[in-house]
């Protein structure tokens, strides 16, 4: 691991190999987790690459539980709704009231989200609070999916290797520092939808996202970046600013 990080102080990007080695340290109990923070503080401030992201997707994919909702048995194609958060704007959680609102219109919702980490709340605590039963297995969330167009994917239980990742997320969380986790959150949805909606914190992101998505092989997505009205950026799209930014749209085939 250490030299992974020598190798991110250098500013390489990391490659196929490297980011499996170091998801496999990540998710061990028994590896030290200063070395941990280290290495995802180091791939933050170098700059996650498309093609590392895109890794990180596949090899945590591999390790998450599948629903298997099949697609042809829905109403249409599945949709995901969410940010990445770390805007630092402490906002009501918009993407889990716009479930709601895309699902009663027709669409068929999703929506993967998990307790908060640097946010005021996250999905899975506004769902609660609503009384919404978010542990579902899987055969209940496909039959939830199916009468209603509507499911939620609670993280913590459909990727059980994160938990080996929880307090020290927390722990850098209070220090308000980013991870890729912060990115990976949006784009881990096991059901696999093919559209999506994405809110990024930061525009640099609306590219690299873009990327992403086209490389994860979405039929339609989704990429936005809004300025509030003291200019501060936002994981959502916004009409009160001095100015409407232009989102990233990416139509991937």
């Not at 039963?133 to 990727?159: D, M, S, T």
């Not at 559209?195 to 990429?223: E, K, N």
Request: aromatic letters at 6%; one cysteine or more.
């Amino acid at each position: 691991m250490k030299a992974l990080i020598e190798k991110l102080r250098s500013g390489v990007d990391l490659n196929s190999a490297d980011i499996d080695y170091a998801i496999n340290f990540l998710l061990s109990a028994k590896t030290d987790d200063d070395l941990k923070a280290e290495f995802l503080t180091g791939l933050h401030r170098k700059g996650e690459s498309a093609e590392e992201i895109v890794a990180f997707v596949h090899f945590l994919m591999e390790r998450a539980i599948d629903p298997t909702i099949e697609a042809h048995e829905l109403a249409g194609p599945m949709i995901d709704v969410c940010g990445t958060g770390g805007d630092g704007l402490n906002f009501f959680n918009v993407s889990t009231t716009i479930m709601f609102v895309l699902a009663a219109g027709g669409a068929v919702v999703i929506k993967h989200g998990n307790r908060r980490v640097t946010s005021t709340c996250g999905s899975a605590d506004v769902l609660e609070e609503l009384r919404v039963p978010i542990h579902l297995a899987p055969e209940e969330l496909r039959e939830c999916v199916k009468r209603h167009g509507l499911g939620f994917i609670f993280a913590r239980q459909y990727h059980p290797a994160f938990r080996a990742l929880a307090e020290m997320r927390r722990r850098l969380a209070r220090k308000n520092t980013r991870t890729v986790f912060n990115l990976l959150g949006p784009l881990l949805n096991p059901a696999r939808p093919s559209r999506q909606l994405i809110g990024v914190f930061a525009p640099r992101l609306t590219t690299v996202f873009a990327d992403v998505l086209r490389q994860l092989g979405r039929a339609c997505a989704w990429v936005v970046h809004g300025l509030g009205e003291d200019g501060a950026g936002m994981d959502d799209i916004s009409i009160s600013g001095a100015r409407l930014p232009l989102p990233s749209l990416t139509m991937t085939k």
